[in-house]
């Protein structure tokens, strides 16, 4: 243990004398009501330790990230919630493996000409098989959106036989070009490159490059290139779920450069995919793709605490309130300045479990149902934390009830409304309702339903495995603000702070909608830890949900 971490752990050792004085939810009477306890200050609090430079960007299994890890558990601790790792830890080890990727890719057309696609600027890719190389010459094969769905009645393949070959696709699914197929303009689960890749190898795929544009993804190629070109995580050993050899995304600049060296035009591509009629298409281009990576062992944590349930027939039962706590941690420098502390995404979610925590353990009667409170490491950005979790639980799944999610609270003031996302799929939405009802603010769903955000954090994870959950999100009406401007707030935070060390605590940001937020999904909570019937499903998940 070096000088540097042993000042970082004294500074810890401060900080929790001073929070136990300064959170007012250490002071509450035994008796306070719970909601009582979710405040600006307490939030401020935890948020303030958690998005600070000295945790240096939360990365996974650095020491930034034992120390908000250290955090939590002292948190949960103080709150009187109990330890469930081996009865005596809140610490649930999540072993992984870190691989740095040095790949090539490179296109040739049958008359000579050859585009090498930059690393990094024009494309990312990484290897199924990390621990030794790879390297790939095969056919390049455009199959438009990569989705065999026969209940929507489409088949990009056609049985065609794709086996040995490298694939190009697009991101998304057509819905929103053919009405009465798939969800419209929400994205279902063919549109994501966890579907696509796997379908790839399925199909007996060497290689599947996936075209990333704005418009189908919801943000800009910087974002990709700033956190897939950096060391990515695995879990050790990884999910059994094929793959391709080779996997990459691409920008859309690049992806047209090698439409163009083919002879072929990229709009008329794009549209010919919108078609139930589409055929692959061999564009006539040969690929070179070559892996070489590095791979670093390391043992991160999830942080686990649960508060015991009351009533002797539900008391083994739980409710899982999530937050992932990782972040980027340090890269390369944008204005100086080389911490991605992840402010917003998401020390927020962390610090409102805490609150959450500390709110349900102040009740005067314990709910009847246990409450697990649960952050999760390596959520960023492919949900490792909480992937290792729903295989390794521990609580049983089955006796699991619904999982409530946090993943952004709100640090730009009050709002009229709230946004849950649960998909369609449980009568958990009852409890939803209900608790926006009670904070007298308007529920809305997911205002970018083609972004597919309930795919992309940790309840996604738990409705895969058989969970009601749900995404507590924060409203966009703000208050005495002009109509439109939190739809704008929010479009200018992802292109120019998500994933940038501009995400960063602010000492004058407005905690009030913080509150609201943390309220709603207190009551959520709440509702289904003491109701006699659990949750269920309404729909069942497909394939394409």
């Known amino acids: 243990m070096n000088e540097g971490w042993m000042m970082r752990r004294d500074l810890l050792s401060l900080w929790l004398a001073l929070a136990s004085l300064a959170i ?19 939030f401020d609090a ?23 890890a250290l955090y939590v558990a002292t948190q949960f601790e103080l709150a009187g919630l109990h330890p469930v790792v081996g009865d005596s830890s809140f610490l649930q080890p999540v072993p992984l493996a870190a691989v740095t990727s040095r790949p090539r890719l490179v296109f040739r057309a049958r008359g000579g ?24 010459e095969s056919e390049l ?20 036989d794709v086996s040995g070959k490298v694939l190009l696709m697009l991101l998304n699914d057509p819905g929103p070009a053919t009405p009465g197929r798939f969800r419209g303009d929400t994205l279902t689960y063919y549109g994501l490159p966890d579907y696509k890749y796997g379908e790839a190898a399925r199909r007996g795929a060497l290689g599947a490059i996936l075209i990333h544009a704005r418009d189908l993804a919801g943000y800009g190629w910087h974002h990709v290139e700033s956190v897939r070109r950096r060391e990515q995580l695995q879990l050790e050993p990884p999910p059994g779920a094929p793959r391709p050899e080779f996997q990459a995304l691409m920008s859309r600049a690049a992806s047209e450069t090698i439409v163009a060296m083919a002879g072929l035009d ?50 083994d039962e739980v409710v899982v309130f999530t937050s992932h706590f990782d972040n980027l941690g340090i890269g390369p420098a944008v204005d100086s300045d080389s911490i991605y502390n ?11 479990l805490i609150l ?18 649960l952050a999760v490491t390596a959520d960023q950005p492919d949900l490792l934390g909480t992937s290792y ?74 409705m895969r495995a058989g969970v009601p959950a749900v995404y507590i999100g924060h409203g966009l009406d703000f208050i005495g603000q002009m109509p439109g401007w939190g739809t704008r707030m929010m479009s200018d935070y992802r292109e120019e702070h998500y994933r940038q060390p501009s995400d960063e605590y602010r000492p004058d940001a407005d905690l009030r909608g913080a509150v609201q937020q943390g309220r709603v999904a207190f009551r959520v909570g709440l509702a289904v830890a003491n109701a006699r019937e659990r949750p269920s499903w309404i729909e069942e998940l497909g394939a394409g949900n």
């Open 46 to 68: 935890h948020l303030r330790f958690l998005a600070s430079d000295v945790l240096e960007g939360r990365a996974p299994a650095s020491e930034g990230a034992e120390l908000a």
């Open 141 to 160: 094969v455009f199959v438009g959106y990569g989705i065999s769905a026969p209940e929507a009645g489409w088949d990009d393949y056609k049985d065609v």
């Open 342 to 352: 992840g402010a917003y995404d998401n020390a927020s979610g962390t610090a409102m």
């Open 356 to 373: 959450l925590a500390e709110a349900f353990a102040r009740l005067p009667e314990r709910p009847a149902r246990s409450i697990l409170f």
């Open 266 to 315: 990229f709009a008329t591509l794009l549209e010919s995919a919108t078609s139930e009629n589409f055929r692959p298409i061999a564009v006539g281009l040969s690929v070179s793709a070559s892996v070489r990576s590095e791979v670093r062992h390391l043992v991160d944590a999830n942080v686990a605490g649960l508060l015991p349930g009351t009533d002797p027939e539900l008391a």
């Open 389 to 462: 979790y729903v295989e390794n639980p521990l609580v049983p799944l089955e006796s699991t009830v619904a999982n409530v999610n946090l993943d952004g609270v709100n640090l730009w003031g009050p709002t009229y409304d709230i946004v849950a996302i649960t998909g369609r799929a449980s009568s958990l939405d009852e409890a939803v309702v209900r608790a926006a009802a009670a904070e007298d603010l308007r529920l809305e769903g997911d205002r970018a339903p083609e972004q597919g955000h309930r795919y992309g954090s940790g309840q996604f994870t738990f």
């Open 24 to 42: 007012p939810g250490c002071s509450v009477d035994e008796g306070a009501s719970g909601l009582a306890v979710i405040t600006a200050e307490g």
């Open 113 to 136: 000409a050859s585009f090498e696609a930059a690393y990094g600027p024009d494309f990312v890719a990484w290897s199924s098989r990390p621990a030794e190389p790879t390297q790939i």
